[in-house]
């Protein structure tokens, strides 16, 4: 039997990432939660003390200069995730994460852009009146996804 419908992997990345320690905290988290793949758009990463597992020496890391270029590059058949403080946004506790998928987050100051709202596939928010530091709102998402929950 074919299993390409049931393989899951999923990709985390920061659009415009304010500061690169966000970005070694959430590296360091998405290596140890499964992710298949980092990335930055916009800003690179440099490498950080907070990234004390190397992850972007031990799984694929992509930088894209603009969101479109990204947008282009999605693997086939993946959704594009959007964690964003939304009105439209489902809230994290009962969401599905799909089995491919891509969870885009934005910098703290500006969120995630205009175009990268209307082009993500589902947005997810917490139970939250604020925004969160970024890396933590990246963990709080890969938590979930592992946790035992349906997937669409």
């Not at 004390?52 to 990204?70: E, G, L």
């Amino acid at each position: 039997m074919n299993d390409n419908f049931i393989t899951e992997y999923f990709g985390i990345g920061i659009q415009n990432g304010k500061t690169p320690e966000n970005l070694g905290v959430l590296w360091r988290t998405a290596q140890n939660l499964g992710a298949s793949y980092i990335f930055t758009i916009g800003n690179r990463y440099a490498k950080q003390s907070s990234d004390t597992h190397n992850a972007v020496k031990s799984i694929p890391y992509f930088h894209y200069d603009t969101f479109d270029d990204f947008f282009k590059n999605l693997p086939k058949g993946a959704r594009l995730v959007g964690v964003e403080l939304d009105e439209n946004a489902a809230d994290l506790e009962t969401f599905e994460h799909p089995r491919r998928c891509v969870y885009l987050l934005g910098a703290e100051d500006n969120g995630l852009s205009k175009k990268a709202i209307e082009k993500c596939h589902h947005l997810v928010k917490f139970k939250s009146e604020k925004s969160l530091n970024v890396s933590v709102a990246g963990s709080i998402v890969l938590y979930d996804r592992g946790l035992n929950k349906p997937r669409s």
